[in-house]
């Protein structure tokens, strides 16, 4: 397996605003920073929790985050190529033992396409939105080689979980 050390191409990302709170007293923590990765995108993060009542929100705004500067983070044993770019605005909640979710992520023009293998794995895009208790996955397209795929879903999340995955194979369709 390779892992490469040098998982950034260009120039070294730029962490800002860093901040840690901790409130000892209330049992709380808050954190937050945000990287940037010159001409490749950036990336915000916040979290907040508390340990007295298990309680845990993670706040992310991606931008324009150009996944090819990460292929180097994916341990194979061929070499891989990695394609696409990612955004949104998402939250991320678990409080009373209830998950919550608010916002969207979108992946454009994704492809992962390992040395060996009959062809990418492609999708034009992909789009996640969450509201409240409920997660969807927009239909979107994918391709492998000769098959094709559709892939939706419909989540709501504490309760039930619907995933479809609609495969097209030459003279041949499964779900």
Same mark, same amino acid.
């Given at each position: 397996m390779n892992f490469r050390a040098n998982t950034l191409k260009h120039s070294q990302p730029t962490i800002r605003g860093y901040l840690v709170l901790v409130q000892? *007293? +209330?049992?709380?923590?808050?954190? %937050?920073?945000?990287?940037?990765?010159?001409? +490749?995108?950036?990336?915000?993060?916040? #979290?907040?929790?508390?340990?007295r009542k298990p309680e845990v929100e993670v706040q992310a705004r991606i931008e324009k985050l150009r996944l090819r500067s990460f292929q180097g983070l994916i341990p194979t044993a061929n070499a891989v190529s990695l394609d696409g770019q990612?955004?949104?605005?998402?939250?991320?909640?678990?409080? &009373?033992?209830? %998950?919550?979710? *608010?916002?969207?992520? &979108?992946?454009? !023009?994704?492809? @992962?396409?390992?040395s060996?293998?009959?062809?990418? @794995?492609?999708?034009?895009?992909?789009?996640?939105?969450?509201? &409240?208790?409920?997660?969807?996955?927009?239909?979107? &397209?994918?391709?492998?080689?000769?098959?094709? %795929?559709? #892939?939706?879903?419909?989540?709501?999340? !504490?309760?039930t979980f619907d995933l479809r995955l609609k495969l097209h194979e030459p003279g041949k369709e499964r779900e």
């Open positions: 000892l *007293d +209330q049992s709380l923590g808050d954190g %937050a920073f945000q990287v940037v990765f010159p001409e +490749q995108g950036r990336l915000g993060l916040r #979290l907040k929790g508390g340990w990612l955004g949104g605005d998402l939250r991320l909640g678990w409080r &009373s033992g209830q %998950a919550s979710c *608010d916002g969207g992520l &979108s992946l454009v !023009n994704f492809s @992962l396409h390992e060996g293998a009959q062809g990418p @794995l492609r999708s034009p895009q992909l789009q996640m939105t969450c509201k &409240s208790d409920r997660l969807k996955i927009v239909p979107s &397209s994918w391709s492998y080689g000769p098959y094709r %795929a559709t #892939l939706a879903g419909d989540v709501a999340l !504490n309760r």
